[in-house]
């Protein structure tokens, strides 16, 4: 065997040596002080920060594994959560539109017990989608009594009057709408007028003489005469007087007792009114 030889496979004959000394260091015991056992401290150091690399590595993805469950349940837990809180908060907010609702319906008998007359609760359902006349529909019709002609009133005070009625709905004419009018008077000074609404906005007391007593903060009430609505409910309050001008009439203009735009029941009395007889103005 020659040096060629041995230089030609001398990677052969390398590996087949290591191999050979892996193989008895596998099936020999060897003993701490040895010298056989320096090449195996070696292999050992050169491997255990790989292995430790490896220790750390497992452990991190069993820790990120982990982590991540523990994330998706608490997701889950937090979708769960939100779920029964918004459940919450609309049976809280229907609870307390039932509430809202009853104490109206309260307020409405109230007025009916206080009117002594038959009439009938009804909900808002609609409002003149046009502009060109001020009315509101109501969830009430010739089913339940209702007929064109009678009045429509709140707790704050009078509303309109009928003037349509269907089977399940009808149509009201607030009296704030300029082809409304109704007969009222001062209920401080007992002077009468005849109430319309104006095309711009509110209320006006027409053919109230220039020397009549009335004054802005005087409460205007119904008088009864009309037939329609009973005698004594709030109308609203004179906002302003205005005598500039010549005439036989000032300009008297009233500010509603109702909100129209906020009405959402009202009370329709279907029954006529006890009849009024005409007094002298004092």
């Known amino acids: 065997m020659n040096s060629s030889f041995l230089w030609r496979n001398r990677v052969v004959l390398t ?5 050979l000394l892996s193989a008895h260091m596998l099936t020999t015991g060897v003993r701490p002080r040895d010298q056989a056992a320096r090449p195996n401290e070696i292999l050992m150091g050169v491997l255990s920060p790989v292995q430790s690399s490896s220790s750390h590595l497992v452990e991190a993805a069993h820790d990120f594994w982990h982590d991540y ?10 979708q769960k959560l939100r779920a029964e809180l918004a459940k919450f908060q609309n049976e809280r907010a229907r609870l307390t539109e039932l ?35 001020r009315t509101l529909i109501l ?12 009045a429509v009133l ?11 009625v269907s089977p399940t ?34 209320l006006t007391m027409k053919y109230v003489g220039r ?17 329609t609505f009973p005698r004594g409910l709030l109308i609203g309050e004179i906002s302003r007087v205005e005598r500039q001008g010549p005439g036989l009439f000032v300009n008297v203009l009233v500010a509603p ?9 009202v009370l329709v009395v279907i029954e006529p009114p006890p009849r009024v007889v005409a007094q002298d103005q004092g």
Do not use: C, W, Y
């Open 15 to 19: 590996s087949g040596l290591l191999l």
């Open 69 to 78: 469950i523990a994330l998706v349940q608490v997701q889950r837990e937090n």
């Open 99 to 133: 509430e809202i609702e009853n104490r109206h319906l309260s307020e409405l008998l109230g007025l009916r017990e206080a009117l002594g007359m038959r009439a009938i609760a009804a909900n808002v359902i609609g409002s003149d989608a046009t502009g060109l006349s």
């Open 139 to 150: 969830g009430a019709g010739s089913r339940d009594g209702v007929r064109a002609g009678m």
């Open 154 to 164: 709140s707790n704050e005070g009078v509303v309109g009057k009928l003037i349509a």
């Open 169 to 202: 709905s009808s149509r009201v004419l607030l009296i704030d709408d300029h082809n409304a009018a109704l007969d009222a008077f001062d209920q401080r000074s007992r002077v009468r007028g005849i109430v319309a609404g104006v095309v711009d906005d509110g």
């Open 211 to 227: 020397t009549a007593d009335v004054r802005p903060g005087d409460s205007v009430v119904t008088s009864g005469l009309d037939g």
């Open 257 to 265: 007792a109702v909100d129209f735009r906020r009405l959402e029941q």
